[in-house]
């Protein structure tokens, strides 16, 4: 049995964690692992298996969804910062978020971010976001 694919949603809005939850259950077959972290901090501390995570049995984070507006450190601090560390800078790290200004949008995509998308209204907007992700180049090359 290959190993799951584990995704982490950042993401400190408890509505929108559950909905990007419920988009991923599209296309989970229980290979998909998902941890959910509400703040920048919570994110490094996952990736470091740290902190609340130094006891969880996570594997290695294949995808990142991150939102910008975060308390602590916010998604553009923590994409700096996990873009910049030789160890995680290979994650795909996708932007979802509700700043919707080319500036913001430039400035993820300059930090290292794979792509960035405006959070949807509706769980429907959520699944093509999803689909459009898990059907990049690296889910595809995931053995499922």
Not at 43 to 57: M, R, S, V
Not at 107 to 119: D, H, I, R, T, V
Request: hydrophobic residues 40%.
């Amino acid at each position: 049995m290959s190993k799951p694919f584990h995704i982490i949603v950042a993401d400190d809005d408890d509505d929108d964690q559950f909905i990007i939850k419920e988009a991923i259950k599209e296309f989970n077959n229980h290979q998909i692992q998902v941890t959910s972290v509400y703040d920048g901090s919570q994110l490094i501390d996952c990736l470091n298996k740290k902190g609340l995570f130094a006891k969880e049995n996570l594997g290695k984070t294949d995808l990142i969804l991150l939102d910008i507006n975060m308390p602590i450190l916010n998604g553009l601090e923590a994409l700096s910062k996990i873009k910049s560390d030789k160890t995680m800078k290979d994650i795909p790290v996708y932007m979802i978020s509700t700043m919707r200004t080319i500036e913001k949008m430039d400035a993820c995509l300059s930090l290292g971010a794979s792509n960035f998308y405006s959070k949807p209204n509706h769980i429907s907007g959520y699944k093509s976001i999803i689909e459009e992700i898990f059907t990049s180049t690296l889910y595809a090359q995931h053995q499922f």
